[in-house]
């Protein structure tokens, strides 16, 4: 079963202003969704970034590791109702309840009313976190593109895969091919990435070079049998995103 955390709030780095999050604790895989030659899995919590957000109070783009955790707030928001404020009063309050109550009232509204960082998940945030600001930092700009990679290729996911129609041409060729290349500039020289390496050079109409980098992969079960896979398309000559 899928699992999330209690809400975590966090403090924005830009505006310090709150916002929450609930962390993935436990996944469920489902049997019946693919997995696809680029490396984004089927599964309805594959495709929301993990990493990076809007902050709910600026709208600033925030990554995750660079906001101050503040606290963790209680999975259910404690309530009473007056009568039984008294008889915890008088009883003692055994359990606690009347203490955790009082502790949650006693928050700062802004931390009680913090609402949820706002995940990416379109191509269009992808775009427009990568152009508000150069990434300073390799690996984020990698995460953002990789991302924008699987965004842009969702249009074809949900209908199977396949080849693009005239204005998803029109799109490859002004957003997604430059994507593309800037990954496997990004990825070079790095040998886990070999197998994405070949499936972007497959997407991009090199099949030779795809071929080439395909039949280097070091075998370590599942890596392998993907490149193989990714090997076959490109020995057929085929670009187009497949299911595997």
Same mark, same amino acid.
């Given at each position: 079963m899928t699992r999330y955390s209690a809400p975590?709030?966090?403090?924005?780095?830009?505006?310090?202003?709150y916002f929450k999050r609930h962390a993935l604790t436990s996944m469920h895989f489902h049997a019946d969704v693919p997995d696809?030659?680029?490396?984004?899995?089927?599964?309805?919590?594959?495709?929301?970034?993990?990493?990076v957000g809007r902050c709910p109070v600026c709208s600033t783009s925030v990554w995750?590791?660079?906001?101050?955790? *503040?606290?963790?707030?209680?999975?259910?928001?404690?309530?009473? *109702?007056?009568?039984? /404020?008294?008889?915890?009063?008088?009883?003692?309050? /055994?359990?606690? /309840?009347?203490?955790?109550?009082?502790?949650?009232?006693?928050?700062?509204?802004?931390?009680?009313?913090?609402?949820?960082?706002?995940?990416?998940?379109e191509a269009d945030d992808f775009i427009? *976190?990568?152009?508000?600001?150069?990434?300073?930092?390799?690996?984020?700009?990698?995460?953002?593109r990789v991302r924008l990679w699987w965004a842009l290729n969702d249009r074809l996911r949900h209908d199977g895969g396949g080849t693009p129609s005239a204005s998803q041409s029109l799109m490859q060729r002004s957003i997604a091919r430059p994507n593309m290349l800037r990954i496997l500039e990004l990825i070079e020289g790095s040998p886990k990435a070999q197998v994405t390496r070949g499936e972007l050079?497959?997407?991009?109409?090199?099949?030779?070079?795809? *071929?080439?980098?395909?039949?280097?992969?070091?075998?370590?079960?599942?890596s392998e049998v993907r490149a193989v896979r990714i090997e076959r398309l490109a020995s057929a000559r085929i670009a187009a995103l497949q299911p595997l």
């Open positions: 975590i709030i966090h403090q924005c780095p830009a505006c310090a202003g696809w030659s680029d490396g984004k899995n089927g599964q309805w919590w594959a495709s929301a970034s993990g990493s995750i590791e660079d906001a101050v955790e *503040v606290m963790h707030l209680p999975r259910h928001t404690p309530t009473m *109702v007056g009568l039984d /404020r008294l008889w915890h009063r008088m009883t003692g309050d /055994r359990n606690g /309840r009347l203490r955790e109550v009082l502790e949650w009232e006693a928050l700062p509204a802004a931390l009680r009313n913090a609402e949820s960082l706002r995940w990416l998940s427009a *976190v990568l152009t508000e600001a150069p990434q300073r930092l390799r690996e984020r700009e990698l995460h953002l050079l497959r997407q991009l109409g090199r099949f030779g070079e795809a *071929v080439a980098v395909l039949k280097a992969v070091v075998p370590d079960g599942r």
